[in-house]
Structures are given as structure tokens and as C-alpha cells.
């Protein structure tokens, strides 16, 4: 029992610097979580302790909404926005990794979802989509790898319809993991009125709503 509890010990203590020395990394290295990294991301502890039903219910995402997901990765979430969403919604994604959408438009493929997810592979701060056309824009865990965050955030103000909804989550231990102090003054900063922020400092959400 002694040997466990230290080995756990050890196992923290090096995740820990780890943590660490990748937040020190990419304060000045800024690239996208490796597509390498899509099982690590999708591991079972996450979908237990921060799984989609929990983050999504945080978003505020209903039947027949069109929603833009930000930096989806593999479809950790996004499968569960399209059922939520149903026939009568949509999901778009955009992710700068080609590979990425690769493994998302597999993923849809193969549970049936491809008219309701529609992904393309492009930047965040350069969105490809009309004005005013999504009701829901949300992003989990990609906001600190985004380098120009203040163009991103202005252009989510432009597609979202008046009074959409721009959902953040966070997680630890992401290395790139911002606080929730940090995203409220970026987003508040961009015109976006703060809503709430809700769950804890290793996982939270903070909701913003378009004003006229
Ligand atoms: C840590 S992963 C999170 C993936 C997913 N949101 C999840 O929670 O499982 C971050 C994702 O953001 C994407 N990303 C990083 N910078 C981006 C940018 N400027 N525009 C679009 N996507 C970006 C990465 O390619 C990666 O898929």
C-alpha cells in the first residue's frame, strides 16, 4: 500500500513538471497540440471527470441550433453537439489541422452524423463564415494555443446572431490552460457581456452573450 501511494505520488510529481516545463515552453513557442495527442486527449479520466454531457450542459446548446465549435480536435465533443442538435441543427468545426479534421470526418461518418457536422480545416482568427449565422460558439481547451486570440474573439462577434452565446471551457492540466479572470478580460475587452462561470478551477466554463 506504501509502494502505491508513493508511486502515485512520483506519477503526480511528474505530471506536475511536465506541466510545468510545457506552460514554460509554449509562453513562447506557440503551436497546436500535436493531432499525435488525440487518445491522450480523449482518455477515459477526462470523459469520466470532464466528459461532454458535463461541459456541454454548462454551453446552453438546444435542438435545431446552429453551433460553430473552434479547434475540435477529433470530435472529443463535438459528436454530442450534433446529437443534441438533431436533424434540424448544425455543427461546423474548424481546426488548423488537416489531420485533425481527418479523424473528425471519420468519426462522423462512421456514426452517421456527416450532414449534421460539417468541418473545415482553417484558423480560429479567420473564420470562413457569414455574419450573424451561428447561435452557439464554443471552444474546450483551445483558446491558450490560438496566437492572435483578440482577432479570433472579434470574429466569433461578427458570425454569432445578436445575443449568441460564446461558451469557453478549460481544463487542467492543459498546458496552455488560461484562467478565468484572463478570458473574462479578453472577452469583455471584445465587446462581450460575461454571463457566468461555472464549475471549478480544474474545469470551468464561462459563458458570454452578443449585445446589440
Ligand atoms: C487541446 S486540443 C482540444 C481539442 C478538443 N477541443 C477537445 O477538447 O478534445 C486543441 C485543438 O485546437 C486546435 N487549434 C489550435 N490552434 C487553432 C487555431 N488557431 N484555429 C483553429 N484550431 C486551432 C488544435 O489543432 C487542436 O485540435
Not at 503551436?31 to 477526462?46: A, D, G, K, M, T
Not at 469520466?48 to 465533443?77: D, Q, S, T, W, Y
Amino acid at each position: 500500500m506504501r509502494i502505491l501511494t508513493l508511486i502515485l505520488c512520483l506519477l503526480l510529481l511528474l505530471v506536475f513538471h511536465v506541466m510545468v516545463i510545457a506552460r514554460i515552453v509554449r509562453r513562447f513557442i506557440k503551436v497546436p497540440c500535436p493531432h499525435q495527442f488525440v487518445r491522450l486527449i480523449e482518455n477515459p479520466v477526462r470523459r469520466v471527470l470532464f466528459g461532454p454531457e458535463k461541459v456541454l450542459n454548462r454551453a446552453g446548446i438546444l435542438p435545431g441550433m446552429r453551433i460553430l465549435e473552434l479547434g475540435p480536435g477529433g470530435g472529443f465533443l463535438t459528436v454530442e453537439v450534433a446529437n443534441i442538435v438533431g436533424e434540424q441543427g448544425i455543427v461546423c468545426c474548424i481546426d488548423i489541422q488537416p489531420e485533425m479534421i481527418k479523424t473528425l470526418r471519420k468519426k462522423a461518418k462512421k456514426l452517421g452524423l456527416e450532414e449534421r457536422i460539417l468541418e473545415v480545416v482553417g484558423d480560429a482568427s479567420y473564420l470562413p463564415y457569414p455574419d450573424r449565422s451561428f447561435d452557439i460558439a464554443y471552444m474546450v481547451a483551445v483558446l491558450g494555443e490560438i496566437p492572435e486570440q483578440r482577432r479570433a474573439i472579434r470574429e466569433i462577434w461578427r458570425m454569432l446572431k445578436n445575443g449568441g452565446t460564446l461558451s469557453i471551457t478549460e481544463i487542467l492540466p492543459d498546458p496552455d490552460y488560461s484562467l478565468p479572470r484572463t478570458v473574462r478580460r479578453l472577452c469583455e475587452g471584445m465587446g462581450f457581456k460575461h454571463v457566468s462561470t461555472r464549475g471549478n478551477l480544474f474545469c470551468y466554463t464561462s459563458n458570454f452573450i452578443k449585445g446589440d
